[in-house]
């Protein structure tokens, strides 16, 4: 293994360590060794929104993912790209309380304000720099916690606290981040207020951001839901 693998592969078991150690912080402990998600058996053990495999059949590809070694295509409007590891694409993940993901940014490329809300996600850089923070709540005064993170940096973002990741580089960066949930779910701010379907009133939001209606018809338009 070269060198700079090692590097990548010491950065990924890490990460993945440091959520497993906090795991349960949002899903359920299990009861049992594993259980490997189906979808309709007959006779199945439904847990944690899932059905369980028959242990006996049970295979090691229920336990694999291929794939987080290949770049995602950043080709988009904010020039950004998650490829998932959850229990959708590892069936024995159920009932673990962990997933991965990897994400890769075009130069300046953002993962836009988004919160995930059955999750803390612990985010490791493997090439670049980012701009990262969240938000706290309003019990704490929606103080702002921020760093730049270069290669092997590492930041949390605590469960349901609204964060951004930014590309501050000239070139492509990367990152892995390891979350506490089998399924931790994700709502982009500006996706969920200006894009929801059906929309929210315009009066409301004109009301809850303080600006002119015609402001927020435009954003509306931007993300999807059009005047009303």
């Known amino acids: 293994m070269m060198k700079k693998d090692f590097e990548h592969f010491f950065l990924f078991v890490a990460i993945l360590g440091l959520t497993f150690s906090s795991a349960t912080a949002s899903d359920p402990s299990p009861l049992q060794d594993f259980c490997v998600a189906v979808d309709e058996p007959e006779n199945g053990l439904f847990v944690n929104g899932k059905f369980c495999k028959n242990p006996n059949m049970v295979k090691a590809e229920d336990f694999f993912f291929y794939g987080l070694q290949n770049a995602g295509d950043t080709s988009n409007k904010f020039g950004f790209n998650v490829t998932t590891v959850n229990v959708e694409q590892i069936p024995g993940l159920n009932t673990l309380g962990i997933s991965i993901v990897r994400i890769d940014y075009a130069p300046y490329g953002l993962n836009p304000p988004h919160t995930h809300p059955r999750a ?107 005047k009303n």
């Open 120 to 226: 803390t996600e612990i985010l490791v850089v493997l090439e670049g720099s980012l701009y990262v923070g969240f938000v706290a709540s309003n019990q704490n005064n929606n103080t702002f916690f921020t760093k730049v993170l270069n290669k092997g940096d590492v930041f949390v973002f605590p469960e349901g606290m609204i964060h951004f990741q930014f590309n501050v580089g000239k070139t492509n960066a990367i990152a892995f981040a390891g979350l506490s949930s089998q399924n931790p779910g994700v709502i982009t701010i500006a996706d969920s207020v200006f894009g929801s379907n059906p929309p929210i009133s315009a009066n409301v939001l004109t009301k809850a951001f303080q600006v002119d209606k015609n402001v927020i018809e435009y954003l509306q338009e931007q993300f999807g839901s059009g």
